[in-house]
């Protein structure tokens, strides 16, 4: 089993709607979950960045830590074509720096 | 603020020689650097680590005399790949983590590898 599962998709859904991407984990020890979208070709770019529980919103962006589920969650509101890339979830243990990287979500809007 | 810069973004090389890729972080001192490589349509894969001034710290499977790795400052890293042949083609991304309490990490844009 992968210490990080997620959905690869791929995930169409149509301009406007509210996309869900989630990803799951098995180490309790993650404390720090991060969110990066990639588009094809070039490196991640950070979007959002959470520290242990709760929600977290950024314009059209929120991200949700549920930990006693070992759950997290990217909301994408009024999406768009722009926002077609690969969703990549990351965690990491305050023990340590390394990142652990979920397969990442392929998500397209449609026009 | 927070940028990461890579350099060359795309090489091509023949097969025995050996290629080096910058990492440079623009805005900030990264105390430590991360190298990645990516398949296509694959996640990220950590290679190694790097903290400036020390050796770096080869993930398992990773080998650490083909892939040498300099970390010679606070904003450069430099990635080696020596003797490089055609399996070694690979996209090849670094990260750098800012000091202090922040865990996140800022991606480079990445370097596409292609040895003949």
């Known amino acids: 089993q992968k210490e990080v599962e997620q959905d690869p998709g791929p995930l169409s859904v149509p301009e406007g709607a509210i996309v869900s991407l989630n990803c799951t984990y098995s180490n309790s020890a993650f404390q720090y979950f991060m969110w990066y979208r990639q588009y094809s070709r070039k490196g991640p770019e950070l979007l959002m960045y959470t520290y242990s529980s709760g929600n977290k919103e950024d314009g059209r962006f929120t991200a949700q830590v549920d930990k006693s589920s070992k759950y997290i969650s990217l909301f994408i509101r009024d999406s768009q074509p722009s926002d077609s890339a690969t969703y990549l979830c990351?965690?990491?243990?305050?023990?340590?720096?390394?990142?652990?990287f979920g397969s990442g979500t392929r998500l397209l809007v449609r026009p | 603020g927070a940028v990461v810069s890579q350099h060359p973004s795309r090489v091509i090389c023949k097969s025995g020689t050996s290629v080096k890729i910058e990492c440079r972080s623009l805005d900030f001192q990264a105390t430590t650097m991360f190298w990645y490589r990516q398949f296509p349509k694959q996640s990220l894969m950590l290679m190694a680590t790097s903290n400036e001034g020390s050796k770096a710290t080869y993930e398992q499977g990773v080998e650490k005399d083909k892939f040498l790795i300099n970390h010679a400052s606070l904003t450069l890293s430099t990635l080696t790949v020596t003797s490089a042949h055609p399996e070694d083609s690979s996209f090849y991304i670094c990260s750098a983590r800012p000091g202090g309490d922040q865990e996140t990490q800022y991606f480079g844009p990445g370097t596409r590898l292609l040895v003949l």
């Open positions: 990351a965690m990491s243990a305050r023990s340590s720096y390394k990142l652990i």
